[in-house]
Each structure stands twice: as structure tokens, then as C-alpha cells.
Nanobody, 127 residues
């Protein structure tokens, strides 16, 4: 059983930076994928970024490209989301997700591509 715990959310002003962390336990990741999603009030969950654990390739949604960076720390079994140049429209609950089933060298951007989810961390950006 995989457990994911997010941290690092909070209040920020437009233009600020925050770094979200996702600590994974229950298995070591040598394949599969990790992803970040977000859900704003009244909106559906949306893809933010993904990292292929096998080849370290990353992919981000157009709305955050150039501002958000997904990365990993193998030794800590953790994934991070560095968020720079934050905007009020980035306000949402951010979720970390893990895919442990068979994975190809593609980018997984749908929620049902993932097998485990964290509890979420709130990010609020004021103007």
C-alpha cells in the first residue's frame, strides 16, 4: 500500500513562490509516474505536472509551463512541485498522485491514470 503525504501549501501573494512536497511510503519507485493535480473551488480536478519515474522526463500543463517545475528526490522517495510567479488563479487544493501499475514512456495526465492519491494541500494566492 502506497501512502502519499503532501506539504508546503499555504498563503502567498501574486508573484511569490511556494514549493510543495509529496512524501511517498510503502514502496520504492523505480518505474511508474508521479503527478500533481489541483482542484479549485467549483471546478473539476485538473492536471498540473507529471514525472516519469523511469526516465525522469517531465511534462506540465500549459497553464503552468515555465512557472512550475516538478522534480524528485530518489533517496527521499519524494516528489516536489516548485511553483514560481504564482497567480491568483493558481489557488486550489493540490494533490500528489502515484502510478504504480505498468507504465510506458508516455506522460500520464488523467486522474484515472494514477493509483494512489494524497490528501491534498491548500494553496491560496492573493492579488
Amino acid at each position: 500500500q502506497v501512502q502519499l503525504v503532501e506539504s508546503g501549501g499555504g498563503l502567498a501573494q501574486a508573484g511569490d513562490s511556494l514549493r510543495l512536497s509529496c512524501a511517498a511510503s510503502g514502496r520504492s519507485f523505480s518505474s511508474g509516474a508521479m503527478g500533481w493535480f489541483r482542484q479549485a473551488p467549483g471546478k473539476e480536478r485538473a492536471f498540473v505536472a507529471t514525472l516519469n519515474w523511469g526516465n525522469s522526463r517531465t511534462y506540465s500543463a500549459d497553464s503552468v509551463k515555465g512557472r512550475f517545475t516538478i522534480s524528485r528526490d530518489n533517496a527521499k522517495n519524494a516528489v516536489y512541485l516548485q511553483m514560481d510567479s504564482l497567480k491568483p488563479e493558481d489557488t486550489a487544493v493540490y494533490y500528489c498522485a502515484a502510478r504504480v501499475r505498468y507504465s510506458r514512456s508516455v506522460f500520464y495526465t488523467r486522474g484515472d491514470d494514477y493509483d494512489y492519491w494524497g490528501q491534498g494541500t491548500q494553496v491560496t494566492v492573493s492579488s
